[in-house]
């Protein structure tokens, strides 16, 4: 059973939040976000790599000049991988986790891609509950796979992004989001 949101609300309206490419001038507060949301944080030299890679697509979610959030997906021939998807605490439960990975899979369309994977920690329900609403089911399971603490990693695929079914899925969320069309 998922715990009830927990997450204190800000006064911020998701309007407020805006979406674009990571830049380099990012990756400092990138790092700020990406430490108060995992234990094992990637570098800020991952980062620079990660923006260089033409494989690769890395969004970030703004706040005026503050970086709130980000995400990333890497495009290889038809597979999307879901590389990572932060939300600075205080900016959680705004649906800006949510805007990232929609867009996200977004460009990964645009990129060719037609399923999508990732792997997510055994225990985290919040994010394991929105990669479901999103369609991804769960198909194995890592042993091990984190290194802070031993932690199992659940890998998820949405198999085919191309299905009416799926299609009709992520029309009415981004619609729900206020997105446009993909
Ligand atoms: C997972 C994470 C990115 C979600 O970002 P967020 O902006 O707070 O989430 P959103 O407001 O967009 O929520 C979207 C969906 O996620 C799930 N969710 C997120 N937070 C939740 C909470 N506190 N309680 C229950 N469900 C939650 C729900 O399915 C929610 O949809 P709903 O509002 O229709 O119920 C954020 O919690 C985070 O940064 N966590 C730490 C880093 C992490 O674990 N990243 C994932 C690595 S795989």
């Not at 000049?65 to 980000?70: E, L, S």
């Not at 649906?95 to 792997?119: F, P, V």
């Not at 985290?124 to 603490?149: I, M």
Request: charge should be neutral; proline fraction near 5%.
């Amino acid at each position: 059973m998922i715990e009830e949101r927990n997450v204190s609300r800000s006064p911020l309206a998701p309007d407020g939040v805006h979406l674009r490419g990571m830049r380099g001038s990012d990756i400092e507060q990138v790092s700020k976000v990406e430490r108060r949301s995992f234990p094992t944080p990637w570098s800020t030299h991952a980062y620079v790599t990660e923006i260089a890679n033409p494989s690769a697509c890395y969004l970030v979610a703004t706040v005026g000049d503050q970086v709130v959030g980000y995400g990333g997906v890497w495009v290889i021939m038809d597979e999307a991988h879901i590389t990572t998807l932060a939300v600075d605490p205080e900016y959680r439960g705004h649906k800006i986790g949510e805007r990232l990975l929609c867009e996200l899979l977004r460009e990964a369309e645009r990129r060719g891609a037609s399923r999508a994977t990732l792997e997510v920690r055994e225990t985290n329900e919040f994010a394991k509950r929105l990669y479901k609403k999103y369609g991804f089911d769960w198909v194995a399971q890592r042993k091990g796979y984190y290194s802070d603490n031993n932690e199992n990693a659940d890998i998820m695929w949405i198999d085919d992004m191309t299905t009416p079914q799926w299609r009709r899925l992520y029309a009415a969320l981004r619609a729900a989001l206020g997105l446009p069309p993909a």
